[in-house]
């Protein structure tokens, strides 16, 4: 559920109110009983919560370029004249 923040109109109080999307809004200050608006707000920050979830997992871009080139040194590297590397294959078996 929403926290909503509300403002007197009567005497400029501020407060906040825990109740569902669906709730009616207030309508009176609780300090002088005059009217109320809602007032609008930018929200809360977006909050990740649970297993899987690190305070290191929005990275800074330097530290995404130094990952892609960690990761491209790893990578195997194409041969120099561009055919495939017969050396690997094991011999085939004949055929009884």
Known sequence: MPTYEYKCTKCGYIFEEFQSINDRPFNECPKC?????????????????????????????????????ERDSFAPSPSTDGKKDDTKKKPKKDAK
């Open 33 to 69: 009983k005059g009217k109320t608006e809602r007032v609008i707000t930018g929200g809360t920050g977006f909050l990740l919560k649970g297993t899987g979830f690190y305070s290191t997992d929005h990275r800074s871009e330097s530290y995404k370029k130094g990952e892609i080139k």
